[in-house]
């Protein structure tokens, strides 16, 4: 992804709002830190996620995420700088009122890109989370999440969606 992407990708993340329970579809910006298990630093992701929720709280949600700051991995003497793109589906559920719980299951694809090895890495499975949500107002709410990638890899993020 060029830097003029990764630079929409944050600005969508900053400008748009939360998800409200009540039901319809809603699009927001999505940020934080994929916490990889290795020595360096973690890559942080931002990106654009979109749903919709019924008034039973069962839904939908899809998102998409690309590293605007990228890692870096500590091999001995040289350090690989690597980013994470990821691409999923899930079936969601959202408790009622002002502060909120939030559960997610479904289908994730990932991407590793490591610059000096001019290779590429991807995955597929079964990906997981688990947050909250903090009503903004009738149309916008912040969430809080957690979400399992794969066994050494987590996404932790905030999003900001806006429901119309």
């Known amino acids: ?44 992701n931002a990106g654009v996620r ?3 929720t019924w008034g039973s709280g069962w839904g939908f949600e899809a ?15 040289y350090d690989y700088n690597y980013s994470l793109t990821t691409q999923a589906v899930y079936a ?6 002002d502060i909120y719980l939030k559960g997610r299951i479904g289908y994730l694809h990932e991407e590793l890109e490591v610059d000096d090895w001019g290779s590429d890495y991807s995955d597929s499975g079964a990906s997981a989370g688990f947050g909250a949500g903090f009503k903004l107002t009738d149309k916008a709410a912040l969430e809080l ?6 066994s050494d890899v987590d996404y932790w993020s905030g999003s900001v969606v806006y429901k119309f």
């Open 1 to 44: 992804m060029s830097f003029n992407l990764k630079a929409m990708a944050v600005a969508t993340a900053l400008l748009c709002s939360a998800t409200v329970q009540a039901q319809g579809a809603y699009v927001g910006g999505v940020f934080g830190v994929m916490d990889v298990d290795a020595a360096g630093d973690s890559p942080f």
């Open 50 to 52: 979109a749903g919709y």
């Open 92 to 97: 969601t559920y959202r408790t009622q009122g």
């Open 63 to 77: 998102e998409v995420t690309d590293s605007v700051i990228e890692g870096e991995y500590d091999l001995y003497w």
């Open 145 to 150: 999440d957690y979400t399992f990638i794969e």
